[in-house]
């Protein structure tokens, strides 16, 4: 029963401040498993590989496949089938190397959407 209810509702630790204010270091999210293409504005876990060490990485979805955005003055580039473009919600924290899980992601690698959290 627990080892169900781990997989459907399952509790991440924020560990740094890329996500800061919406959820500060040190707080709890739980995340929900989700399947399909996560909508614009949701806030989900990602998979990622860091160093050989798995962690998960809690990031805002900005635009999803088939969405368009500007790379740079000159550059539009279109968000490919089976990705979502995310981004930190502190923008300051996503410069630091630790923290930089930003960009292009596969879906397969998004664990669930983040639904309520504690400590925040």
Request: hydrophobic share 40%.
């Amino acid at each position: 029963m627990l080892a169900t209810l781990y997989f459907l509702i399952r509790p991440v630790r924020i560990r740094n401040d890329a996500m800061s204010p919406t959820y500060p270091e040190g707080c709890v999210v739980f995340v929900t498993r989700e399947w399909g293409i996560p909508e614009r504005g949701e806030v989900v876990a990602i998979a990622s590989q860091t160093g050989g060490k798995g962690t998960i990485s809690i990031r805002r979805v900005v635009a999803i496949e088939g969405d368009s955005f500007p790379l740079s003055d000159s550059e539009t580039v279109t968000v490919p089938e089976g990705y979502v473009l995310v981004q930190s919600d502190n923008r300051e924290a996503a410069t630091d190397v630790q923290n930089a899980v930003e960009g292009l992601v596969d879906v397969r690698l998004i664990l669930g959407a983040v639904r309520f959290a504690l400590g925040n």
